[in-house]
């Protein structure tokens, strides 16, 4: 009896922990795959101005991502390749590279509400988090999880809240703040589709809640979403980044 | 009869009227002569500093003044075009589009200021064109050609001829980044306005930061002197503001208050030493003339009479000095306000060379020291006159 218990002790928590896991696993490669190729559209709103971009995004697993901007005009070919933990913006006006500090992580990725961090996403929920998932009452739809960083991990996050949707398991809202616990963004996912043999919602809204950003929203609709890709890993080389296109 | 015997006074005394005279005369075409020149280095200054980019008004959204974002522009241009046009009192008017960027040139950044101004006109508002030292003034527009300053042309080492990229964000929130290409330079100055400015024509500015708005008019008048009257008649719309360029150049403007005031002190010391020599002057002609003054009492003159007759003989000599010292003013100063003192080594100040001053005749430098001098007059006469009308006469006739 004694064993019995005890061993259940030593179950149950690793049990929970990897439900949550899996759930965060899920989070952070929902739009990844092994080798993915994607078309998007960020719309852009700020009292002063709206515009939609329209671009195409390839990643490989978690390190690589490849965008370029394909509408409007204006910003045609400008480009951005993240390598593991850095990234680079590229001109094609200007034949330009620019790399993007760390202290620059945090500003905004293209005049929208999504920062440069979001892209490079550096840190894994999984990996660098510690979840607190809220008991499940009867007729819950939902799990809720509070998310705060690990010790050792760089995080711009004091918690992150994540909604999941119990059915499917693919995330319903998910709401950020800072260390001082101040609600900073909430991005919601709508618009679920069935893409290749997984669910997916299509479009992801960002709104930031802080006062200077009062206003603000960015809208990303997902138009094509290809998880088996056939992609070449020269797609994410700064000899590739550097093509005028 | 008291006037009478005031004038009768006056001229009996030749000697001592002249020197009292002297004294008038002197400190009112001293007074005078220092005030012009204030007037006309200050009026020099002011032409001098507005001339170099403020003009002598400006209108803004009133948001920018303090934000200097590019979402706060004025959005009808238009519609101010027309009313700067027709109105008679402005001389010439300059659209600006104001906003920062970072310069690239042979691997180097610079933070620098970007300025779309319109080729045609900003130099009829400002002495822009004649600050340019190297390259020409460019006059086609949408080329991305640039003027930049002797500072960024130093960091970045550039020439005339070569690419500066810019890199900044724009109005519609994409990353405005272009090439442009150097037409010119600006000449090398101490705290030079033009050092860390890019300028480039409204439409390539506009083009770069993806707006059709502007920033900034600067507007010229018929004269700077009128500058604050405009700027409360002409009618702007609701978010826009019309300032003049005190207020435009507040720091300026109050730091030539503080110096115009440090120069009333020495004014204030000039018109006391005049003051005490004409109380000396009119005491002594009292003390002089206690018998006569005694004879006065003792038939019957009132001592109010009295009093009166030795203060009125002092404003008349005031008077007449103040007749012959404009006279003496106006010829100096109509010479210094042509020929001026020039400095033997040129003076820069907030970036402006100034290399002799010029005297100005204005009402002000008149009228003030014309008051000024009749007011203290007045002031040191009425103890004399208070002294004389106490006389006892059978005192004063007993003196020799």
């Given at each position: 009896m004694k064993l019995l218990l005890f061993t259940l002790f030593l179950l149950s928590p690793?049990?929970?922990?990897?439900?949550?896991?899996?759930l965060l696993d899920k989070v952070d490669k929902l739009y990844r795959s092994d080798k993915s190729y994607s078309d998007v559209q960020m719309e852009i709103t700020t009292p002063n101005w709206k515009r939609t971009l329209s671009m195409d995004i390839w990643t490989k697993g978690l390190d690589y991502t490849f965008v370029v901007i394909k509408k409007p005009r204006k910003d045609k070919g400008i480009s951005t390749l993240k390598r593991k933990s850095e990234m680079w913006n590229f001109f094609p006006k200007i034949n330009k590279i620019m790399k993007i500090p760390p202290s620059m992580m945090m500003s905004s990725w293209m005049g929208s509400d999504f920062t440069n961090d979001d892209l490079v996403k550096e840190n894994t929920l999984r990996d660098d988090y510690n979840g607190v998932l809220t008991p499940v009452k009867k007729g819950d739809t939902l799990y809720h999880a509070i998310l705060t960083p690990k010790k050792n991990a760089i995080s711009v996050w004091g918690r992150i809240e994540l909604e999941i949707n119990k059915k499917d398991l693919y995330p319903v809202r998910q709401i950020f703040y800072d260390e001082k616990g101040i609600m900073i963004r909430t991005i919601s996912f709508t618009d679920i589709k069935k893409s290749g043999n997984r669910l997916i919602p299509m479009t992801m809204i960002l709104t930031p809640h802080t006062k200077e950003k009062d206003g603000h929203k960015t809208i990303i609709r997902y138009i094509k979403l290809d998880f088996n890709a056939k992609i070449s890993d020269s797609l994410f080389t700064r000899r590739n980044l550097q093509k005028r296109r | 009869m008291i006037l009478k015997m005031a004038f009768r006074n006056i001229f009996r005394h030749k000697r001592r009227t002249a020197?009292?005279?002297l004294m008038m005369i002197g400190g009112y075409v001293l007074l005078s002569f220092s005030l012009?020149?204030?007037d006309g280095s200050y009026g020099d200054m002011i032409s001098l500093f507005t001339s170099q980019t403020t003009g002598h008004a400006q209108?803004?959204?009133?948001?920018?003044?303090?934000?200097?974002?590019?979402?706060?522009?004025?959005k009808s241009w238009d519609k101010i075009k027309e009313d700067l046009k027709n109105n008679s009192e402005v001389v010439s008017f300059s659209p600006r589009l104001k906003n920062g960027a970072l310069a690239f040139s042979h691997k180097k950044t610079f933070a620098v200021e970007m300025w779309g101004i319109d080729w045609a006109s900003e130099p009829k508002v400002t002495t822009i064109k004649q600050r340019l030292a190297l390259g020409s003034w460019p006059s086609t527009n949408g080329e991305n050609q640039v003027l930049i300053g002797s500072k960024i042309s130093e960091v970045l080492g550039l020439k005339v001829g070569d690419e500066i990229v810019l890199i900044s964000q724009g109005a519609d929130g994409s990353i405005a980044n272009d090439i442009f290409f150097v037409k010119g330079i600006f000449e090398k100055e101490e705290q030079g306005v033009d050092d860390y400015r890019v300028y480039t024509d409204l439409a390539s500015a506009q083009m770069f930061y993806s707006t059709s708005h502007i920033h900034e008019v600067a507007i010229k008048l018929a004269s700077i002197y009128n500058a604050k009257k405009f700027s409360t008649h002409f009618k702007v719309e609701?978010?826009?503001?019309?300032?003049?360029?005190?207020e435009v150049e507040k720091d300026f403007f109050k730091a030539m208050e503080i110096d115009k005031k440090g120069n009333t002190i020495s004014y204030?010391?000039?018109?006391?030493?005049?003051?005490?020599?004409?109380?000396?002057?009119?005491?002594?002609?009292?003390?002089?003339?206690?018998?006569?003054?005694?004879?006065l009492k003792a038939i019957g003159t009132t001592p109010g009479s009295l009093s009166l007759m030795i203060i009125l003989e002092s404003?008349?000599?005031?008077m007449m000095s103040l007749i012959i010292g404009s006279i003496i003013a106006t010829l100096l100063n109509s010479y210094f306000s042509k020929h001026g003192i020039s400095f033997s080594e040129p003076m820069t100040y907030g970036g402006m060379t100034i290399s002799a001053m010029y005297a100005r005749i204005t009402l002000n430098s008149y009228l003030r020291p014309a008051v000024i001098v009749l007011v203290s007059t007045l002031f040191v006469s009425i103890f004399p006159a208070i002294r004389a009308a106490r006389i006892s006469p059978l005192d004063a006739m007993r003196e020799v």
């Amino acid at each position: 009896m004694k064993l019995l218990l005890f061993t259940l002790f030593l179950l149950s928590p690793n049990l929970y922990a990897v439900t949550l896991n899996e759930l965060l696993d899920k989070v952070d490669k929902l739009y990844r795959s092994d080798k993915s190729y994607s078309d998007v559209q960020m719309e852009i709103t700020t009292p002063n101005w709206k515009r939609t971009l329209s671009m195409d995004i390839w990643t490989k697993g978690l390190d690589y991502t490849f965008v370029v901007i394909k509408k409007p005009r204006k910003d045609k070919g400008i480009s951005t390749l993240k390598r593991k933990s850095e990234m680079w913006n590229f001109f094609p006006k200007i034949n330009k590279i620019m790399k993007i500090p760390p202290s620059m992580m945090m500003s905004s990725w293209m005049g929208s509400d999504f920062t440069n961090d979001d892209l490079v996403k550096e840190n894994t929920l999984r990996d660098d988090y510690n979840g607190v998932l809220t008991p499940v009452k009867k007729g819950d739809t939902l799990y809720h999880a509070i998310l705060t960083p690990k010790k050792n991990a760089i995080s711009v996050w004091g918690r992150i809240e994540l909604e999941i949707n119990k059915k499917d398991l693919y995330p319903v809202r998910q709401i950020f703040y800072d260390e001082k616990g101040i609600m900073i963004r909430t991005i919601s996912f709508t618009d679920i589709k069935k893409s290749g043999n997984r669910l997916i919602p299509m479009t992801m809204i960002l709104t930031p809640h802080t006062k200077e950003k009062d206003g603000h929203k960015t809208i990303i609709r997902y138009i094509k979403l290809d998880f088996n890709a056939k992609i070449s890993d020269s797609l994410f080389t700064r000899r590739n980044l550097q093509k005028r296109r | 009869m008291i006037l009478k015997m005031a004038f009768r006074n006056i001229f009996r005394h030749k000697r001592r009227t002249a020197l009292t005279a002297l004294m008038m005369i002197g400190g009112y075409v001293l007074l005078s002569f220092s005030l012009a020149f204030v007037d006309g280095s200050y009026g020099d200054m002011i032409s001098l500093f507005t001339s170099q980019t403020t003009g002598h008004a400006q209108i803004h959204n009133d948001k920018f003044i303090n934000s200097e974002s590019i979402h706060d522009s004025i959005k009808s241009w238009d519609k101010i075009k027309e009313d700067l046009k027709n109105n008679s009192e402005v001389v010439s008017f300059s659209p600006r589009l104001k906003n920062g960027a970072l310069a690239f040139s042979h691997k180097k950044t610079f933070a620098v200021e970007m300025w779309g101004i319109d080729w045609a006109s900003e130099p009829k508002v400002t002495t822009i064109k004649q600050r340019l030292a190297l390259g020409s003034w460019p006059s086609t527009n949408g080329e991305n050609q640039v003027l930049i300053g002797s500072k960024i042309s130093e960091v970045l080492g550039l020439k005339v001829g070569d690419e500066i990229v810019l890199i900044s964000q724009g109005a519609d929130g994409s990353i405005a980044n272009d090439i442009f290409f150097v037409k010119g330079i600006f000449e090398k100055e101490e705290q030079g306005v033009d050092d860390y400015r890019v300028y480039t024509d409204l439409a390539s500015a506009q083009m770069f930061y993806s707006t059709s708005h502007i920033h900034e008019v600067a507007i010229k008048l018929a004269s700077i002197y009128n500058a604050k009257k405009f700027s409360t008649h002409f009618k702007v719309e609701e978010g826009l503001i019309i300032r003049p360029w005190q207020e435009v150049e507040k720091d300026f403007f109050k730091a030539m208050e503080i110096d115009k005031k440090g120069n009333t002190i020495s004014y204030s010391i000039i018109m006391f030493v005049v003051a005490l020599g004409v109380l000396n002057t009119v005491l002594m002609s009292i003390l002089e003339r206690t018998k006569e003054l005694g004879v006065l009492k003792a038939i019957g003159t009132t001592p109010g009479s009295l009093s009166l007759m030795i203060i009125l003989e002092s404003q008349i000599l005031a008077m007449m000095s103040l007749i012959i010292g404009s006279i003496i003013a106006t010829l100096l100063n109509s010479y210094f306000s042509k020929h001026g003192i020039s400095f033997s080594e040129p003076m820069t100040y907030g970036g402006m060379t100034i290399s002799a001053m010029y005297a100005r005749i204005t009402l002000n430098s008149y009228l003030r020291p014309a008051v000024i001098v009749l007011v203290s007059t007045l002031f040191v006469s009425i103890f004399p006159a208070i002294r004389a009308a106490r006389i006892s006469p059978l005192d004063a006739m007993r003196e020799v």
